[in-house]
């Protein structure tokens, strides 16, 4: 049920009266909950709450600087503020929601959202920034304005699409997902959102597997532009040049998706299977622009190391760029435990020789101000327990030796 005018001025009131009540003096927050057309008071924060920005884009006043100036003895505007439009603010994580939600660490090699009208991003992330597990994962309040609320959601999710992300996993695309929703584009959700809606569903890759093709197919130009920019020898002669005709050239890139072998010709039109001729327009090591048919893309192409991000307008892919040869790896000792992200060891539940069942608590680790508890994944028999409580583990460290039960 949407918040007619009326209530909303009667919640304002009610907030008004719990501040004067207790003679309270500086910036604030007071929360209700809504349902059926009432409002219940739920908790009153005397200091700034994350959603801040949210009231400073509606109102255009600057809290923080507010704060400052009633400290120095200074009062507040005489006219109260003009709520202007509607904002909506979305927190972006460096954690996994299909894992659980599990916080993650790591470098974000570039971290830029696009400058668009209405937009506000408040990070102390930038290109080259390090999530470590001393801090709260949140990495960045992302805001978006507009005189709609339809407007400021689809602006929100826009950016979020948009946003070049390279590093740590975020939950950037169950954010997306949420706002682009129906249900949350009306005027129904509640707080048991997240329990009707599947979140494998919600945070599952922004780009479907055929998109996620088309991002590989420009990864591999891209790749091959960039080799042709740093050849020693034979740099004028087009990549892919033949006396006769010959075979199309062929690399892999591992995605969400799983793996595509694309075959591809840099030098003219080829076949895509099940979409048509496909023809590179405009190829660089860093953007290429694929036609298909009248339909034209543009792709930005990041890399480091093996790792490719393909950036576009409709959402990003991240993949691996496989060997042509690929090297046999080793055995792994996939029935054992691994730390998930580097923490401190606060408790161990287990000792050699227990019998375990699957979903036992094993480990309990503290990282990112959080406790993470770290179950067996099968049953067995516990093998060797190579940490104890007090220890500093970095990420994938082996912590508990599981023999399998046959």
């Not at 503290?366 to 994944?377: G, I, S, W, Y």
């Amino acid at each position: 049920m949407a918040l007619d005018h009326a209530t909303r001025q009667a919640m304002d009131a009610a907030a008004v009266r719990a501040a004067e009540a207790v003679g309270y003096v500086g910036a604030g927050t007071v929360e209700f909950l809504f349902q059926d057309g009432a409002f219940f008071f739920l908790e009153m924060n005397t200091r700034l709450q994350v959603e801040h920005p949210v009231t400073e884009m509606v109102t255009g006043l600057d809290l923080v600087r507010l704060q400052f100036e009633i400290a120095d003895g200074m009062g507040l505007p005489d006219k109260g503020p003009r709520i202007e439009g509607h904002a909506v603010e979305a927190r972006l994580y460096a954690e996994d929601p299909l894992n659980g939600y599990l916080p993650v660490t790591g470098v974000f090699h570039r971290f830029r959202f696009p400058e668009l009208e209405g937009l506000r991003v408040d990070s102390g992330v930038e290109d080259g920034s390090r999530v470590t597990v001393h801090y709260d994962p949140m990495i960045a309040k992302v805001i978006a304005h507009a005189p709609t609320r339809e407007g400021a959601v689809n602006l929100l999710a826009t950016s979020l699409r948009q946003a070049q992300i390279h590093g740590s996993t975020t939950n950037r695309a169950l954010l997306v997902r949420i706002l682009e929703h129906p249900e949350f584009a009306g005027t129904e959700t509640d707080t048991h959102f997240l329990v009707r809606n599947d979140v494998a569903v919600l945070g599952r890759p922004l780009l479907e597997a055929t998109d996620e093709r088309l991002a590989a197919i420009a990864a591999a130009l891209a790749d091959q532009a960039e080799e042709r920019a740093h050849a020693a020898v034979l740099s004028t002669i087009p990549s892919g040049w033949r006396n006769s005709p010959s075979q199309l050239q062929g690399r892999s890139y591992q995605g969400s998706h799983g793996v595509h072998a694309i075959s591809y010709s840099a030098t003219g039109p080829f076949e895509l299977e099940g979409a048509g001729v496909l023809e590179p327009a405009v190829v660089s090591p860093t953007k290429v622009e694929l036609r298909l048919g009248d339909e034209s893309r543009q792709y930005e192409v990041a890399r480091y190391g093996d790792l490719r991000y393909v950036d576009t307008r409709i959402g990003p892919a991240r993949l691996t760029a496989l060997p042509r040869f690929p090297v046999r790896d080793a055995d792994e000792d996939g029935a054992s435990l691994h730390a998930p992200m580097p923490g401190r060891v606060i408790r161990v539940d287990v000792s050699a020789g227990d019998h375990v069942a699957e979903g036992d608590t094993l480990v309990v680790l503290e990282a990112m101000k959080m406790e993470h508890t770290l179950r067996a994944p099968h049953v067995g028999t516990v093998v060797e327990v190579l940490c104890e409580a007090g220890d500093q583990v970095v990420a994938d460290a082996l912590l508990v030796v599981i023999e399998e039960a046959q």
